[in-house]
């Protein structure tokens, strides 16, 4: 079976949600994923259910930087090092252990934020295994990544309460 690219984007919440229904719908078929996080910490319920499908694995995240718009400049460098790196290792890893879905959520951002190249991603995305299914999540895509994709689809945001003052919330938003 040929593997697709799917690429989740948009302004609207429920990127990361319809990538791990995915994720789950896989791991009930007995294919293998592997999750990986970018520029979130790992307080987010899904990730204490996840943990307990055997056929889902997610890719340790051993630093936190918080938010792209608090860090300095010198945290932005530090940041872009450390996620280049860790996308790397994380492209190993899925080859090597043969994962049927890989999961990049807010790869996108990371790209935005220059913390990914754009050309980095492309040429994961052309050299993985002819079988292994892709998933990437976050706000605006570039052209290059949306042209490789074979879905695309967009969450678009019609109402949202946080700019009405209602933060996020443990359960709902994380």
Known sequence: MKGCIHIYC??????????????????GREKKVLLVRFLKNDDSGE???????????IFPCEKSFGF????????????????????????????????????????????????????????????????????????QPGEALTAAADYVSEIKMIRHPYPNGLAAREGIEY
């Open 68 to 139: 792209v718009f608090r860090m300095t400049q010198a945290e932005k460098k530090a940041a872009a090092v450390f996620y280049r790196d860790y996308f790397a290792r994380a492209c190993r890893e899925a080859v090597e252990l043969a994962y049927d879905i890989v999961i990049f959520d807010e790869l996108t951002a990371a790209c935005n934020y220059q913390m990914v190249p754009e050309a980095d991603i492309l040429q994961f995305l052309a050299a993985r295994p002819e079988t292994m299914e892709v998933v990437i999540t976050g706000r």
């Open 47 to 57: 990730l204490v259910v996840l943990n307990t499908i055997p056929q889902v694995s």
């Open 10 to 27: 948009g302004d609207g919440k429920g990127k990361t949600s319809a990538a791990l229904g995915l994720a789950i719908r896989a791991a």
